[in-house]
């Protein structure tokens, strides 16, 4: 019994040390930040309003070489993923419906966390889920240090003149995503 109450206590104890990091590692709003915080996110780039990190990848057969930077034809959403990761699944369906719905206006580009993941786990899920857009292998781990990319999955949203437009932590309803985008697909460039 009393090893049982450990237990439980050990795993309390873990959960709210994570929400506790979680909560921390949350950027406050910008009515909050101070001089110092805005000059420190501002070199913490991609923030909302900065250009978005320039980057060439090889696609997950190593054919093709994408390349982000500087102006563009689309709206571009930039998602990263690591096939162990569970809100990833989650997300992969409504990825695939978002693509489908967007696919002549907005390029999505998925970023597989190479380094922490291994490609073949990344060309299973890619498989498994039969994700129809762009998957990108960051073997170095480069392109989401750029990004700061702390957990997964993480998108950005980057409008035609390169700009990022939004930054989603974690799965987001269909409905939030065509709030992000209709705006940006509706402009002209």
Known sequence: MKRNIVILGIVVAAIIAIIVWNNQSRAPSKEAKTGNQASAEASAAPIVGSPAPSYKLASLDGNTTYEVGGKRDKVLIVNFWASWCWPCEQEAPDLVKLYEKYKNSVDLYAVNATKYDTVRGAKDFVKEQALPFPIMMDKDGKVGDDYKVFSYPISFIVDREGVVQHRID??????????????LVGKAS
């Open 170 to 183: 974690g799965p987001q309803p269909l409905e939030e995503w065509a709030k992000m985008l209709d705006p």
